[in-house]
């Protein structure tokens, strides 16, 4: 967190044009170390800093890019963060989040590893679909027996806690689904690397 902001101007000294912040999912090592994950002010820091560092740019006419993954909270937080910058672009961005839809999981995203076993993603290597050498892709992706495959398709999720009150859910769509799975056992339980205040998400 602390080198945040010297990474950002490292990027700047060596024209480095798309910048990458991934959050921990609790899956394999993820799953491990999450009690090592960052607090909720940390992560809002580093967001902040971030939409800061791309506004600027923005306004300096650079053509960066700047991405952050596993964590669908991002967009509502930056909704927050544009509305005190650019109120005007609120429905515009709101517009084209949702359009986005959330988290993808199992649904445009998909994960196959390299003995050919189908995941709903890279994070659920522990749940598989189908085998690729044994049925077609095509086959196994649209098969909605698997429980958990068609729970994921399902619109809107059946979302528990702070997740299943959320104002932002056609935003987020229940954010990462491996860590309420790995924190309490239950699939749509609340994420707990959602970082936003009860005001934020209109609870």
Known sequence: AADLPALLALM??????????????????????????????????????????????????RDWEFVTGNNDADGVFLLHWLARRAPDQVERLTGL???????????????????????????????????????????????????????????PRPLEGRCGTCGFRDICNGNTRTRAFQTTGRLWAEDPGCYLTDEEICV
Do not use: C
Not at 36 to 59: C, G, K, P
Not at 123 to 130: A, K
Not at 132 to 144: H, N, T
């Open 12 to 61: 700047q000294q060596e024209h480095i044009d798309k910048f990458y912040l991934s959050h921990l999912n609790y899956a394999g090592r993820g799953g491990k170390n999450r009690r090592d994950d960052a607090s909720h002010a940390f992560t809002r820091n580093a967001m902040e800093t971030l939409f800061d560092t791309a506004w600027t740019a923005v306004q300096q006419g």
């Open 97 to 155: 989040l949702r359009a986005w839809g959330g988290n993808a999981s199992g649904r445009d995203i998909a994960n196959i590893d390299t003995q050919g076993h189908v995941h709903p993603d890279t994070f659920w290597s522990t749940h598989t679909l189908g085998n690729v050498k044994e049925r077609p892709f095509s086959v196994i992706w649209q098969d909605l027996s698997d429980p958990l495959l068609a729970g994921l398709r399902t619109h």
